[in-house]
């Protein structure tokens, strides 16, 4: 049961190149969700799922897109990296309950530096 | 909306000194609450939660009460240890609707021996 897997583990870009954050998941969770995590501003939602085919936006959306088409998989694109995507995202799942409170498993991080 | 707020660090203790780290929360109803622990190098771990007032979460010796008078999750250890250095995140879940979960900004915790 390998959890949240998150790839790259680095990554470096230049201004203007796009690229994808690779997360997938192995636990049937329905919600899926992406942060960015930079000092002083703690995590940051940029956007969620809560089921294949459904996708939201969170605080901090510009310059990103998602697609979920399958349960396990939540790609995150960058359109046209900007300095100010420099961060570390991390990919986080759980499974949806009526209950609420149910506990958000996260990857290991993607370290971004765009120059 | 939904907000937490976490007392700023850093906080540097001793090893077995007492520790409290302050959060406070605004949301309607009764949100659900967690502290969340992330160790160096890696994502964040769930500590511990509660889902309805007066419920007190604990684990690893971390205890935090849902305080719904003062709206405050208050994250204390009797007695912490070199291995608790790591930063803690404070967070809720809105009652009912949204499935987000809204995180404060992190304490960083250092303990020395």
Redesign the interface.
């Known amino acids: 049961n390998a959890g949240?897997t998150q790839t790259p583990k680095f990554q470096v870009l230049k201004t203007g190149q796009s690229m994808t954050l690779q997360c997938a998941q192995d636990m049937n969770h329905e919600?899926m969700?992406w942060?960015r995590q930079d000092p002083?501003?703690?995590?940051?939602?940029i956007h969620?799922s809560?089921g294949a085919g459904i996708t939201d936006q969170?605080e901090v959306p510009n310059g990103y897109n998602v697609s979920r088409s399958t349960t396990e998989d939540f790609p995150l694109r960058l359109l046209s990296a900007a300095p100010s995507q420099t961060s570390v995202y991390?990919c986080?799942s759980r499974a949806?309950s009526t209950?609420?409170?149910e506990?958000?498993f996260?990857?290991?991080?993607t370290q971004l530096s765009v120059l | 909306g939904n907000s937490v707020t976490q007392m700023e660090g850093p906080v540097t203790l001793s090893e077995e000194a007492f520790l409290t780290i302050n959060c406070t929360y605004t949301a309607t109803g009764y949100p659900s609450l967690f502290w969340y622990v992330q160790y160096p190098g890696e994502g964040l771990q769930l500590l511990l939660k509660a889902t309805k007032a007066d419920d007190k979460g604990s684990n690893k010796g971390f205890e935090a009460t849902y305080r719904k008078e003062t709206t405050s999750f208050h994250l204390e250890k009797g007695s912490v240890q070199v291995s608790d250095s790591a930063v803690y995140f404070c967070a809720l879940k809105a009652q009912g609707g949204s499935e987000k979960l809204v995180f404060g900004k992190g304490t960083k915790l250092t303990v020395n021996p």
Do not use: D, E, I, T
Request: proline share 0%.
């Open positions: 949240v919600y969700s942060y002083g501003m703690g995590l940051r939602l969620y809560v969170g991390f986080a949806v209950l609420g409170g506990k958000l996260f990857g290991s991080g």
